[in-house]
């Protein structure tokens, strides 16, 4: 605490936020499939604090969740990052699968940036792209 940015607007203790992901994608005119691969990136914005995530669950295009990929909290340190990977075999969630994660703090910190990154290729072309998560709950400072 103190070197951080938790007295800035938006600092908080916690939240649980979503992120869409998607592990298949159609293309051309027939509707040809292309699987991507999927990495979850969680990136501590605080200078002075580090924040624990306490769960990282993996859901179906239904909701339903799949997995857990956290069962214990793991700490990640001032604008440290951690990284979850579902390689594009990997077709347990559906099309259009997506992230529950969870984040706390011993005090009022910045955000982290929670993002997405999918990225596919077959016969010489490629695909890539990025989402970011939307927060469904905040603990307030």
Same mark, same amino acid.
């Given at each position: ?15 649980? !936020?979503? $992120? +869409?992901?998607?592990? =298949? ?5 027939? %509707? /040809? ?50 990284? !979850?990977? $579902? +390689?594009?075999?990997? =077709? ?5 699968? %997506? /992230? ?42």
């Amino acid at each position: 605490p103190g070197a951080g940015r938790g007295g800035e607007p938006g600092a908080c203790r916690g939240q649980t !936020v979503y $992120v +869409p992901a998607y592990s =298949t994608v159609l293309s051309g005119e027939r %509707g /040809f499939q292309l699987h991507l691969a999927t990495t979850l990136v969680i990136r501590n914005l605080d200078r002075g604090s580090a924040i624990r995530v306490t769960a990282v669950d993996y859901l179906d295009s239904g909701g339903k969740r799949v997995r857990r990929f956290r069962e214990l909290p793991s700490q990640i340190p001032p604008l440290g990052s951690e990284q !979850v990977f $579902v +390689p594009e075999s990997d =077709t347990s969630g559906g099309p259009a699968p %997506g /992230f529950i994660v969870q984040w706390t703090s011993a005090g009022p910190v910045a955000p982290p940036l929670v993002q997405c990154v999918m990225i596919g290729a077959r016969a010489g072309q490629g695909l890539s792209f990025l989402t970011s998560a939307r927060v469904l709950e905040t603990v307030a400072p």
